[in-house]
């Protein structure tokens, strides 16, 4: 019998500052129920100057290896879309960080928002060949849009790592998925470019369609039905996007899409999702924290999971919980992560976007911004220095 494969720990973190959107609002002369309400989004995480992907995916998986140790550890996937380099892996940085033994594979992932389940499906198989081995898996990102573009109001960043291994304490990663693959150009950023190109209409219809067609091949593969799950996770590009999702799921399986029925199955799913903003990667377990955080105890049951990342690639899976898993969460360190951040008016967010790394070779010093235990120090010679923090706000 095949040994059991899943999440044994999972942590949060993201970044420094928060913006409430009524700040944007402002900005941008709309009524702020327009992000409140239209995009079930309240605040938006902000990294300070001296914080990246490297600086939250190491706060989030040092909170793991800290429990953990290394010991066993001998592979780091960490997954973004927000790549510092177009050459070398985020991965070998937070690995220097989290001074992990050198005997580590260390590799990035990219495929949009669904690279976070790519990386978590592969450290399945890593384990499944060799029960001993356990791996890092990091989701790491910060969405950032056009100033003054529809898509500023969905802004976020976070990390989420969990530790891949057999006999999970968590959950069970089961067996059956569904995939589904297009070449859509529904959201892409070209290398000359700092943000994205967006057709926000035609990305809505394709995640909708991935939705449809994940699932329809989940069920032909021999998965649960529709009624055996006890929560739904969705990937999350703004929070009313999972509700869109969850209809048209609902709708395909023959049961009317009701507010009521819709509150139940999400409500839990978007609580952080709804004040840190989009994070790419990070946002389906993002969401998969809060329902664990926020929802009654799962034990033995069956939650669902469905990534979507543009371009397009989407799997829907499940993930079987663990008895005794919610004596395993970090359920008051996730909240404390989230009201810690400094909130900040509209022209410090501005003052934040607007700073710029060096593109022309020369270096630069930072100085402290964030409180995180890790920061960026600066650039030399094109590369980013990364140490622990030293100085911490009061």
């Known amino acids: ?3 059991p494969v899943g999440i044994h720990d999972i942590a949060l973190a993201t970044g420094h500052y928060a913006m409430d959107l009524s700040e944007l609002a402002e900005r941008h002369g709309v009524d702020v129920g327009k992000y409140y309400l239209g995009l079930g989004q309240r605040e938006q995480t902000v990294p300070a100057t001296d914080e990246d992907i490297v600086t939250m995916a190491a706060a989030a998986a040092a909170q793991i290896v800290a429990t953990h140790g290394a010991q066993d550890i001998r592979t780091i996937l960490l997954a973004t879309e927000s ?10 940085p937070v690995q220097e960080l989290l001074n992990l033994p050198a005997a580590t594979r260390a590799v990035e992932l990219k495929q949009a928002c ?4 790519s990386a978590l499906q592969m450290a399945a198989g890593l384990v499944e060949r060799d029960p001993a081995h356990r791996v890092l898996v990091i989701a790491s990102d910060i969405a950032r849009y056009d100033i003054d573009s529809g898509g500023e109001a969905t802004q976020g960043a976070a990390a989420v790592a969990m530790l891949v291994s057999a006999d999970p304490a968590v959950a ?3 067996p059956e998925s569904g995939l589904y693959t297009a070449d859509v150009r529904d959201f892409w950023r070209p290398n000359h470019r700092s943000t994205p190109r967006v057709d926000g ?3 809505v219809s394709v995640y909708l369609e991935a939705v449809e067609r994940a699932w329809k091949d989940y069920e032909a593969r021999g998965g649960r039905a529709l009624r055996e799950f006890a929560g739904f996770c969705y990937h999350q590009p703004f929070t009313k996007m ?7 799921l609902l709708e395909i399986n023959g049961t009317a899409p009701d507010q009521g029925l819709l509150d139940r199955d999400l409500g839990h799913t978007t609580v952080y999702n709804g004040v840190i903003g989009n994070s790419y990667t990070a946002s389906l377990f993002v969401g998969l924290l809060s329902l664990l955080d926020h929802a009654e105890d799962l034990s033995e049951r069956s939650v669902a999971l469905l990534s979507y990342g543009s371009g397009c690639v989407a799997e829907f899976f499940a993930l079987r919980m663990v008895p005794g ?3 395993r969460l970090r359920t008051e360190a996730n909240r404390a992560a989230i ?6 008016s509209y022209d410090r967010y501005r003052a934040i976007r607007d700073f710029a790394l060096p593109e022309d070779g020369s270096s630069l010093a930072l100085e402290h911004d964030g409180a995180g235990p890790f920061r960026l120090r600066g650039v030399s010679d094109d590369s980013r220095i990364y140490e622990a923090r030293r100085l911490t706000r009061v």
């Open 1 to 3: 019998m095949a040994v």
């Open 83 to 92: 790549g510092i380099d177009h050459s070398k892996s985020a991965a070998i």
């Open 325 to 327: 898993y919610r004596q």
């Open 201 to 203: 209409k035609l990305s």
């Open 339 to 344: 009201e810690r951040r400094e909130r900040i």
């Open 114 to 117: 669904y690279g976070g389940a």
């Open 242 to 248: 999972a509700y869109k999702a969850h209809a048209r």
């Open 172 to 174: 069970v990663l089961e």
